[in-house]
């Protein structure tokens, strides 16, 4: 029996794993939609914008690993597509993006919504294709989908209207190869080079990044026997718990100095599973062994003097049987004492902020992770709002942080939130946006409601684009009228919505608002009128920012005062 090529793309997805697909209904779409209505195995979950699908797709396909899948119509239904899939690109997580085309016989004679989808999913997508015939499809769509998981990112395939309802004649092959990348092993003479720099080395500290998720047990079996430090990017936070002994922080920003410090300070830095941007941050004498699947990673952030190709599980798992250990562990006791004495500068800033007069944000992250479960997800939006998490939330280890890591865009948590509560209802999903990301795709919400996916949402209401501001003073300019708005009540909105929706506005209301929102039965927001003028506590800020902070001040008292 024939099946047409909506049929089939149905059950190949369902073959592969997927279980939710999140998009816009449109005309393009419907017969594929009829047929994941007919075949009722898979959730078709429709969004009030189709960047919040792919937000969604990518969201769950960081969490997971595998594909998620989002669609839109023709023309501007997939074009929206286009910001929210760079969410998938730059976190190299598995997303098929399908979008309808305009009848065959329609192209290239300017008709209505007519574009030219592969050259415009060119940059976002690893691989982008027309099914032109009924005949193409099921080597496309396998081709799609194997390219999504070898390229760790978005494929994407155009249907045309005519070409998407119509019958194929073959039948899809080969489903077994559609799956995550396999764990290659690094070169043995390569480990034993590693193992003797680090054996002659006094101190070694640890990166640890994202690529290491699946081996964090031996990494931190491999640091007590090290006597070394584990110093992890903002997307491997969650991996341990936050009062881990190992677990000396992050860096850059979105970390503190006892971590950069210790980079810096030691002799050899094992670099795992981590292509960290900000090579300002990274020590540019210390000794650097990188161990990375992806070949094209090793050394391009920092001087490498020892890059190693494979994954870090059986990196590290090798190297525990080759090293021989270190018992001196005076490198570990100064870093373990610096980590100490920062957590008690962050302690004292969260208990001043509880006998002041206005709600600092950090005590909003800080009883946001003291209250939530300890499995919880929390989504993060990027802005001053990823600062404030990032230093004051307090891990169990259990829970899963998920933000715009790499893209670094503004409006992203919502739909990203979507899609990991869609995975597990049961699980309690954090979302902690600021008030101009939230505002960005806040019709998300909706989507929410509707599926019943009980997110429950933190709005940081510093009334300004807080980070923008924060830049602007750094290069001590006055905050320009641009970077100010007016909001609306965000609890009134929730329950204009049919939720419920709860305030803020003073320190002694804060853990009792909290506890009423993580307590809600269903998609809830708080609106937390933090203070504006918080600063973030920033590791080894320079002097003459120092003067420009102060500088900008000065310029905004003026202007409030003359106007001018």
């Given at each position: 029996?024939?099946?047409?090529?909506?049929?089939i793309?149905?059950?190949?997805?369902?073959?592969?794993?997927?279980?939710?697909?999140?998009?816009?209904?449109?005309?393009a779409?419907?017969?594929?939609?009829?047929?994941?209505?007919?075949?009722?195995?898979?959730?078709?979950?429709?969004?009030?914008?189709?960047?919040?699908?792919?937000?969604?797709?990518?969201?769950?396909?960081?969490?997971?690993?595998?594909?998620?899948v989002?669609?839109?119509?023709?023309?501007?239904?997939?074009?929206?597509?286009?910001?929210?899939?760079?969410?998938?690109?730059?976190?190299?997580?598995?997303?098929?993006?399908?979008?309808?085309?305009?009848?065959?016989?329609?192209?290239?004679?300017?008709?209505?919504?007519?574009?030219?989808?592969?050259?415009?999913?060119?940059?976002?997508?690893?691989?982008?294709?027309?099914?032109?015939?009924?005949?193409?499809?099921?080597?496309?769509?396998?081709?799609?989908?194997?390219?999504?998981?070898?390229?760790?990112?978005?494929?994407?395939?155009?249907?045309?209207?005519?070409?998407?309802?119509?019958?194929?004649?073959?039948?899809?092959?080969?489903?077994?190869?559609?799956?995550?990348?396999?764990?290659?092993?690094?070169?043995?003479?390569?480990?034993?080079?590693?193992?003797?720099?680090?054996?002659?080395?006094?101190?070694?500290?640890?990166?640890?990044?994202?690529?290491?998720?699946?081996?964090?047990?031996?990494?931190?079996a491999?640091?007590?026997?090290?006597?070394?430090?584990?110093?992890?990017?903002?997307?491997?936070?969650?991996?341990?718990?936050?009062?881990?002994?190992?677990?000396?922080?992050?860096?850059?920003?979105?970390?503190?100095?006892?971590?950069?410090?210790?980079?810096?300070?030691?002799?050899?830095?094992l670099?795992?599973?981590?292509?960290?941007?900000?090579?300002?941050?990274?020590?540019?004498?210390?000794?650097?062994i990188?161990?990375?699947?992806?070949?094209?990673?090793?050394?391009?952030?920092?001087?490498v003097?020892?890059?190693?190709?494979?994954?870090?599980?059986?990196?590290?798992?090798?190297?525990?049987q080759?090293?021989?250990?270190?018992?001196?562990?005076?490198?570990?006791?100064?870093?373990?004492?610096?980590?100490?004495?920062w957590?008690?500068?962050?302690?004292?800033?969260?208990?001043?902020?509880?006998?002041?007069?206005?709600?600092?944000?950090?005590?909003?992250?800080?009883?946001?992770?003291?209250?939530?479960?300890?499995?919880?997800?929390?989504?993060?939006?990027?802005?001053?709002?990823?600062?404030?998490?990032?230093?004051?939330?307090?891990?169990?280890?259990?829970?899963?942080?998920?933000?715009?890591?790499?893209?670094a865009?503004?409006?992203?948590?919502?739909?990203?939130?979507?899609?990991?509560?869609?995975?597990?209802?049961?699980?309690?999903?954090?979302?902690?946006?600021?008030?101009?990301?939230?505002?960005?795709?806040?019709?998300?919400?909706?989507?929410?409601?509707?599926?019943?996916?009980?997110?429950?949402?933190?709005?940081?209401?510093?009334?300004?684009?807080?980070?923008?501001?924060?830049?602007?003073?750094?290069?001590?300019?006055?905050?320009?009228?641009?970077?100010?708005?007016?909001?609306?009540?965000?609890?009134?909105?929730?329950?204009?919505?049919?939720?419920?929706?709860?305030?803020?506005?003073?320190?002694?209301?804060?853990?009792?608002?909290?506890?009423?929102?993580?307590?809600?039965?269903?998609?809830?927001?708080?609106?937390?009128?933090?203070?504006?003028?918080?600063?973030?506590?920033?590791?080894?800020?320079?002097?003459?920012?120092?003067?420009?902070?102060g500088l900008?001040?000065?310029?905004?008292?003026?202007?409030?005062?003359?106007?001018?």
């Amino acid at each position: 029996m024939s099946s047409t090529v909506a049929e089939i793309l149905v059950e190949t997805l369902h073959q592969v794993g997927v279980r939710q697909i999140f998009g816009v209904v449109g005309d393009a779409l419907n017969p594929f939609t009829d047929a994941i209505r007919r075949d009722g195995r898979i959730e078709w979950i429709g969004v009030r914008h189709e960047e919040g699908a792919a937000q969604a797709a990518a969201g769950q396909a960081k969490l997971t690993g595998k594909l998620g899948v989002c669609c839109g119509t023709t023309g501007p239904g997939a074009n929206h597509l286009v910001a929210g899939l760079y969410e998938a690109k730059k976190d190299h997580a598995p997303v098929l993006a399908i979008s309808g085309g305009v009848p065959s016989s329609r192209r290239g004679i300017d008709y209505l919504q007519e574009n030219t989808p592969d050259l415009l999913f060119r940059d976002v997508a690893a691989y982008t294709q027309t099914i032109n015939s009924a005949e193409q499809a099921p080597q496309v769509i396998h081709e799609a989908i194997a390219q999504a998981y070898a390229n760790r990112g978005v494929a994407h395939i155009s249907i045309p209207a005519d070409v998407i309802g119509s019958e194929a004649p073959g039948a899809m092959n080969s489903l077994q190869t559609l799956r995550p990348l396999a764990d290659g092993t690094p070169p043995q003479e390569d480990l034993q080079q590693a193992a003797d720099m680090i054996d002659a080395a006094k101190s070694v500290a640890i990166l640890v990044g994202h690529g290491s998720r699946s081996a964090i047990a031996e990494i931190t079996a491999l640091a007590e026997k090290l006597q070394a430090p584990l110093i992890h990017t903002f997307r491997a936070k969650d991996m341990l718990p936050y009062d881990h002994p190992h677990w000396i922080g992050g860096v850059g920003l979105i970390g503190g100095a006892p971590g950069i410090d210790a980079l810096h300070a030691a002799d050899v830095m094992l670099m795992l599973g981590s292509d960290y941007p900000y090579s300002e941050f990274l020590p540019s004498k210390t000794k650097i062994i990188q161990i990375d699947q992806r070949s094209f990673a090793l050394g391009r952030r920092a001087s490498v003097t020892l890059g190693i190709v494979g994954a870090v599980k059986p990196a590290v798992e090798r190297l525990l049987q080759l090293i021989q250990g270190k018992t001196d562990d005076t490198f570990f006791k100064k870093v373990s004492e610096d980590r100490r004495k920062w957590n008690e500068m962050l302690d004292k800033h969260t208990v001043n902020s509880r006998h002041q007069k206005k709600i600092k944000p950090q005590a909003v992250a800080r009883t946001l992770g003291e209250l939530a479960d300890d499995d919880a997800a929390f989504v993060i939006d990027t802005g001053v709002v990823t600062l404030w998490c990032g230093n004051w939330l307090r891990q169990s280890g259990r829970q899963r942080i998920l933000a715009s890591f790499n893209n670094a865009a503004v409006g992203t948590s919502l739909g990203q939130a979507n899609g990991v509560q869609a995975l597990d209802r049961n699980r309690q999903v954090i979302v902690a946006v600021g008030d101009g990301g939230f505002t960005m795709l806040l019709g998300e919400f909706m989507t929410s409601i509707e599926h019943k996916l009980p997110i429950k949402v933190v709005v940081f209401n510093n009334r300004e684009w807080g980070l923008v501001h924060l830049e602007m003073e750094e290069a001590g300019l006055p905050a320009f009228d641009g970077s100010n708005f007016t909001n609306m009540d965000f609890a009134a909105f929730a329950h204009a919505c049919g939720a419920q929706g709860f305030s803020a506005k003073l320190p002694d209301q804060l853990d009792n608002a909290i506890r009423e929102l993580l307590a809600a039965p269903g998609p809830a927001i708080l609106n937390v009128f933090i203070d504006p003028a918080e600063l973030p506590v920033m590791p080894h800020i320079k002097l003459d920012q120092i003067w420009r902070f102060g500088l900008a001040k000065v310029k905004e008292s003026m202007i409030a005062m003359t106007g001018s």
